[in-house]
Structures are given as C-alpha cells and as structure tokens.
C-alpha cells in the first residue's frame, strides 16, 4: 500500500480540517474552499492524516517539503551508529612482534567504537592444549582493558577459540571524537600552510631587497670607478709616454 500523501484534486472528501501553511488551525471548510486558498496561495494542498474525521489537510509548498525531508533523513544515516563487529585471528603460538601488530589492529577498532571478535586458531597436537589459547586471550583483554572490556568469555568452537571484546566508548562518541580531530587537524594544517606561506614571502622579500641594494651599489661604484680612472690619467706629466718610448 502507497504511503505517498494525497495532493490537491486527490483528495475526494466533501469537508476537510484545514491547516494553514504557518500551521494556524482555519478549521472545517469544504473541499472546494481549501483548494481555492491553496491556489490563491500558488500552494499545494496535502492530506497529513487520512484517518481522522473529517480527514486534515495542510497547506504548503510540497516540493520545499519534500526536500527538507529528504535532507533529514540523510542527516539521520550520516549521524546513525551501526555496530561493526570486527575479527582478528591469531595462532596460540604467535610471535611477539606479531601479536603487537595483531594488537594494534584491535586497539584501532576499539578506539572506533568497534566490537572485536578474537579467534585462536588450532592445530594439530596444539587443540590439546587450549590453555595455550585461554592464556593468550586474557594478556590480550588485559593489554586492552582501557579501551575495551571482554563481552564473551573464551569458549572452544571446535578447532577454534573465541573471545569477544566490547568497547568502552560508545559508536557515537567514537565518530564525534574522530569528527572533532579530523577538525583539528585541518585547522592546523591551514595554520602551517598560511605560517609556511609567510616564510616563503619574507625570505623572498629578503632576497629581492638585498638583489635591489647590491644593483644600486654597482651603479654607484661605476661612476666612482670612471672618476678616479680620469684623475690618474690627468696626473700623468706631459711627455712621460714619449720618455717611455725613448727608453723601449
């Protein structure tokens, strides 16, 4: 059954209950007289409760109406939590560098408001031992105790070994908290983009003040040059070059 709203020449009633576009309360009026003021109005008129006698009817612009909802029904998924339940397998006999980075992972997904599904995985003589798999998972729920807190105790599920840890933080504070630091970390990369920029301006600043002084002392030294090349040639006596010829 269609629970798309009956609009205009739809609705076949002889009174309805009229309701303004403002949400003032007309009252009973005919069907004719609601759709005539909502023509007046250039507005539609829509049947919000079908069910009551006799049936009411709004006034309003349902394209604006629409897409206002339409934007809080996105709004409502962008903010819905969904609880993810992640897994992470290990070996009871896992080395130490790997169990750090197996521990990592789980840490990440708690910190993000994520359930954990650990799994030691047996074989072999190794399901003959599940104490091995029992020790394991308890330094793991004790590595992550701030963050995370054992939902499901360890229990043997044939060759394998499960324990389900829950977080602390709820999903919700988790995506606001990562909200708020993706938040931060724009704003201070805008702040060392801007302070970045003002470096690179000052340095060139710098650069094309001292290109600018060193110019004008060359066009200064030129003439000074030139001065003093004339004085020592005016203090040269007459008939020195020929004297200087005579001896060559």
Do not use: C
Not at 38 to 51: F, I, N, S
Not at 127 to 148: F, H, M, N, Y
Not at 230 to 246: L, R, S, W
């Amino acid at each position: 059954m269609s629970t798309e709203p009956r609009i205009n020449d739809r609705i076949r009633v002889p009174e309805v209950r009229l309701v303004g576009p403002n949400g003032e309360q007309v009252g009973i009026v005919s069907i004719q007289d609601a759709l005539r003021l909502a023509q007046e109005q250039d507005l539609d008129l829509v049947e919000v409760a079908a069910t009551a006698r006799p049936p009411v009817v709004k006034v309003m612009d349902y394209g604006k109406y629409k897409y206002e909802s339409a934007l809080k029904a996105r709004e409502a998924r962008k903010n819905q939590a969904h609880t993810v339940i992640k897994e992470m397998k290990l070996r009871p006999k896992i080395d130490p560098h790997d169990y750090e980075t197996k521990k990592g992972h789980v840490v990440r997904f708690l910190k993000a408001g994520d359930k954990v599904k650990i799994t030691i995985m047996f074989r072999g003589r190794e399901q003959s031992r599940p104490e091995l798999g029992r020790r394991l998972l308890s330094k793991l729920a004790e590595d992550v105790a701030e963050l995370g807190f054992v939902e499901f105790a360890p229990k043997q599920d044939g060759r394998n070994m499960i324990m389900v840890l829950g977080p602390h933080k709820k999903k919700t504070e988790a995506m606001a908290e990562a909200r708020a630091a993706k938040e931060e970390r724009k704003a201070g990369l805008g702040g060392r983009d801007a302070e970045h920029a003002e470096s690179a301006e000052a340095v060139e600043q710098a650069e094309t003040t001292e290109a600018v002084e060193q110019t004008e002392a060359a066009v200064v030294a030129a003439p000074v040059e030139q001065a003093e090349a004339v004085v020592a040639a005016a203090a040269v006596p007459a008939g020195a070059d020929q004297a200087t010829e005579e001896q060559s």
